[in-house]
């Protein structure tokens, strides 16, 4: 049983006399045995500081990290039963594929016949068998990624930890490797943590996604929920591509008003009562619009700006006054820049969030 905690976890660093930054601000989290938690966010928002500490790389300022409800601050890296797979494989270059992936277990003087063994499972696992007797410098960057896991994998560590380790390989490839990761999961008993910007690689491969930005958790939850019911607006922008339609406007009259539409706001299920002149952010998905002939008091009327075919959908940019707002369409129209489109969200798609604390205000 691998699950982590963390609470409270803080990581302040000091550069030079007096400037200090606060990397990770206290953050709380619960990780079960097994989990496959995908930390995603912006670049500097503290998700590889987290993993760091996590992993004993990095010093804990203030907090605490529980593995098996054991009390880890001060154990060292090595004794953590924890496997970190780096961004940039972190391979020795004048090592054999073998001896790379053999290289912990001589350290820890594990007789022959046992690694020779270990080697041989995880290289058929990860299909690196004929790729035993090269150097890392004749392997494919795909090949590099599995010698890098197998090399953790024989370790048989409670904890993997992964920092971007498929952000050097090409598009297929990471299909390829998402897909073996989330097999090695299966098959393997041990709790992944991954690191990534990715939102596709959060969404593909967790069952618990952390999202974090300026070294806040923004929102821990089921990729479904962290689609379906984003907790602010943050997540509802970071997740989702083309990036959900944020909308400025007020509460009145139990409708959503703004300057260039009204929106019944009677089925939704808010979380608080809201009082006329409320600022309030709508959020609809580009693809949560229907394109409709007529206009009247409940449809935006956009101008188009600019539109991308991708073959089996449609992306329309367009202006509302002054905010821009995609749609996404599997129809296809003909638009031309400065068309007129009357569009109409889709009944029971729609977010409203607060407009000062931007936090969800719908029932989650
Ligand atoms: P990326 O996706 O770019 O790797 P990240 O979310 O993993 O970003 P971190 O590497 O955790 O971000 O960094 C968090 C913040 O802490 C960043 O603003 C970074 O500049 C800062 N930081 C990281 N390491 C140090 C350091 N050794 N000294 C000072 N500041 C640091």
Do not use: W
């Given at each position: 049983?691998?699950?982590?905690?963390?609470?409270?976890?803080?990581?302040?660093?000091?550069?030079?006399?007096?400037?200090?930054?606060?990397?990770?601000?206290?953050?709380?989290?619960?990780?079960?045995?097994?989990?496959?938690?995908?930390?995603?966010?912006?670049?500097?928002?503290?998700?590889?500081?987290?993993?760091?500490?996590?992993?004993?790389?990095?010093?804990?300022?203030?907090?605490?990290?529980?593995?098996?409800?054991?009390?880890?601050?001060?154990?060292?890296?090595?004794?953590?039963?924890?496997?970190?797979?780096?961004?940039?494989?972190?391979?020795?270059?004048?090592?054999?594929?073998?001896?790379?992936?053999?290289?912990?277990?001589?350290?820890?003087?594990?007789?022959?016949?046992?690694?020779?063994?270990?080697?041989?499972?995880?290289?058929?696992?990860?299909?690196?068998?004929?790729?035993?007797?090269?150097?890392?410098?004749?392997?494919?960057?795909?090949?590099?990624?599995?010698?890098?896991?197998?090399?953790?994998?024989?370790?048989?560590?409670?904890?993997?930890?992964?920092?971007?380790?498929?952000?050097?390989?090409?598009?297929?490839?990471?299909?390829?490797?998402r897909n073996e990761l989330i097999k090695l999961h299966r098959d393997f008993d041990a709790t992944f943590i991954f690191v990534t910007h990715d939102q596709v690689e959060a969404m593909t491969l967790a069952n618990k996604i952390v999202i974090m930005n300026e070294g806040e958790i923004?929102?821990?939850?089921?990729?479904?929920?962290?689609?379906?019911?984003?907790?602010?607006?943050?997540?509802?922008?970071?997740?989702?591509?083309?990036?959900?339609?944020?909308?400025?406007?007020?509460?009145?009259?139990?409708?959503?008003?703004?300057?260039?539409?009204?929106?019944?706001?009677?089925?939704?299920?808010?979380?608080?009562?809201?009082?006329?002149?409320?600022?309030?952010?709508?959020?609809i998905r580009p693809e949560h619009f229907e394109v409709v002939q007529k206009a009247d008091s409940t449809t935006l009327v956009l101008t188009v700006h600019i539109t991308e075919n991708m073959g089996s959908y449609q992306n329309i940019y367009c202006h509302l006054n002054d905010q821009?707002?995609?749609?996404?369409?599997?129809?296809?129209?003909?638009?031309?820049?400065?068309?007129?489109?009357?569009?109409?969200?889709?009944?029971?798609?729609?977010?409203?969030?607060?407009?000062?604390?931007?936090?969800?205000?719908?029932?989650?």
């Amino acid at each position: 049983m691998a699950g982590i905690k963390i609470r409270n976890l803080q990581k302040v660093y000091r550069d030079g006399k007096d400037r200090t930054f606060e990397a990770v601000k206290k953050i709380n989290l619960d990780i079960e045995d097994r989990d496959f938690v995908v930390f995603v966010g912006p670049s500097g928002c503290g998700k590889t500081t987290t993993l760091r500490m996590i992993a004993g790389l990095e010093d804990i300022t203030d907090g605490e990290i529980y593995i098996e409800d054991n009390l880890i601050n001060h154990v060292e890296p090595k004794d953590r039963n924890i496997a970190m797979v780096f961004q940039n494989y972190a391979l020795y270059p004048h090592m054999s594929v073998y001896d790379n992936i053999a290289f912990g277990l001589k350290n820890r003087k594990v007789d022959r016949k046992t690694i020779q063994q270990k080697v041989e499972e995880v290289s058929t696992v990860l299909d690196i068998k004929k790729e035993l007797h090269r150097r890392p410098k004749e392997l494919s960057g795909g090949q590099k990624q599995r010698v890098a896991m197998g090399r953790a994998m024989v370790r048989e560590p409670k904890v993997f930890l992964m920092d971007e380790p498929l952000s050097n390989l090409d598009a297929k490839l990471r299909v390829q490797m998402r897909n073996e990761l989330i097999k090695l999961h299966r098959d393997f008993d041990a709790t992944f943590i991954f690191v990534t910007h990715d939102q596709v690689e959060a969404m593909t491969l967790a069952n618990k996604i952390v999202i974090m930005n300026e070294g806040e958790i923004m929102q821990v939850d089921s990729p479904e929920n962290i689609f379906n019911k984003p907790a602010n607006t943050f997540v509802a922008g970071f997740i989702g591509s083309p990036q959900m339609n944020l909308i400025k406007g007020t509460f009145n009259e139990r409708n959503f008003t703004s300057d260039a539409f009204r929106l019944p706001l009677e089925n939704l299920s808010l979380n608080t009562t809201l009082k006329d002149e409320t600022p309030l952010i709508l959020g609809i998905r580009p693809e949560h619009f229907e394109v409709v002939q007529k206009a009247d008091s409940t449809t935006l009327v956009l101008t188009v700006h600019i539109t991308e075919n991708m073959g089996s959908y449609q992306n329309i940019y367009c202006h509302l006054n002054d905010q821009s707002v995609t749609i996404q369409t599997s129809d296809h129209h003909n638009f031309a820049v400065g068309d007129e489109l009357i569009v109409k969200p889709i009944n029971g798609k729609i977010h409203l969030f607060d407009g000062k604390t931007e936090k969800t205000l719908l029932t989650i």
